[in-house]
Structure formats: structure tokens, C-alpha cells
């Protein structure tokens, strides 16, 4: 088995658990502004509206089409219209609410602490991220994870975002390595493995739901705890 000499890793939705955090913020916000008075049908619907809206508009911002902003400022207005409430303000307070409130969210992917034990006096870690950088370092120390990492790599920082090699060749700069001597761990076949393909690093696919995919990552696990027998 090839080793390495440093590892970088993605943090949303595979060591900061996006989903359940995410989920815990807008039951909250779902609660305290009584958007349910304000004829969207359940908690469920304002949900899974969110979900696909998110998961749209991050598609979008990975592929470069819209800017961060674009994100922050029009997620919540988006998931009104499609449940049919029209509240320019009711929007823009749930879009500074949530992204005051989410990071502050302690939720972990299964094992991500013991895996990252493990992990700590072998390797030299890196984060290596597309999220907006104070929220990525809030949701870091709120989750326990800052004393892990030697380096945390935000695209702001880089000036390029993930699937460029670039951002990869930052970290690996900043770090002292030669592209060959990493491994990026990450759950987005676009951005995390195909990004660290572009800038020739290994990978480990992180594919907790076991989705169907045509790419090629070095390795492939379901769940953190494997980590420990590939590193
Ligand atoms: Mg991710």
C-alpha cells in the first residue's frame, strides 16, 4: 500500500455533518418566526425545499455560475417562492439567521473524532474547502475540530476554488509538499475528486450513501472508521 506524508480533507458533509446541523438551524428558524403561520404546509416541506435549493444553488457556485452572495442572499428567497410566500424580509432575516446559527452546530460525521485521533500523530492534516471563510473557522471550533488541522485552506484564501488544481497547489505550497506525498479525502466526486485529480493528488472517495458514479478515485469507503486501515 502507497503512504503518504500528509493528508488534506474536505469539511462539509464529511467530517462537518451539513445535514444534521443543517436540519437543527431551520427547525429552529422553522419554530421562531412561526413560518408555519405563514401558510407553508409543515416543517417537512420548508426542509426538503431547502435541501434542493441548497443543493442547486452549490452545484452552481462549485461550477462557477454564481457567487457566494448569490447563495447567502437568494437560498431563503427561493425556498419561500416555491412554498408560494412571498416576504423579501421574512428572507433576508432567515438568510442572516441561518448563517449566524448553522456553524455554531456541533454535529459530526460517525467516527470523524476517532478517525481523526487516529489521524493526528501520523499525518499532518489540511482542510481544504470551497465554504465562505469565517463560517468554515466557526464551524471548526464549534465542532471540536480546530486542533486537528495544521492548515485550513479556504478558497477566499487560495483565490481559486475547488475542482481547480490550484487551490490544491496552495495547500500543498503552504504545507511543504509535493503532490505525490498527499491524499484528499472528500464526499464531492466534482470538487474534492476531480479537483485533486486535476492537480495529480490521490483521493478517497468518501461515499457514505454508496451513489453509482463513473470516476476513479484511488480508494472508495462508506463510513470515516476504513480510513484507519488505508492510512
Ligand atoms: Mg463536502
Known sequence: MKSYSCIL????????????????????LYHYYEIESRGVESFASFYNTFV????????????????????????????LSHLG???????????????????????????????????RPR??????TNGFEEIQYTKMASSGLTSYFK??????????????????QFALTEGGFEAHEAIMIGDNLLTDIGGAHNASVDTIFFNPNKIQHEENPRYEIHDLKQLMEIL
Open 151 to 168: 492548515n485550513v485552506v479556504t478558497s477566499a484564501r487560495a483565490g481559486y476554488k475547488k475542482p481547480a488544481k490550484e487551490i490544491f
Open 123 to 128: 499525518y499532518p492534516m489540511t482542510i481544504v
Open 9 to 28: 480533507f474536505d469539511l462539509d458533509h464529511t467530517l462537518w455533518d451539513f445535514e444534521t446541523n443543517s436540519h437543527q438551524t431551520l427547525q429552529e
Open 52 to 79: 434542493e435549493i441548497n443543493t442547486r444553488l452549490w452545484e452552481l457556485y462549485d461550477l462557477g455560475k454564481i457567487t457566494r452572495e448569490k447563495i447567502r442572499f437568494e437560498r431563503f428567497h427561493g425556498i
Open 85 to 119: 410566500v412571498e416576504d423579501n424580509e421574512l428572507s433576508l432575516t432567515l438568510s442572516d439567521e441561518y448563517v449566524l446559527r448553522s456553524p455554531k452546530k456541533s454535529g459530526l460525521i460517525p467516527n470523524a473524532l476517532e478517525v481523526l485521533e487516529y489521524l
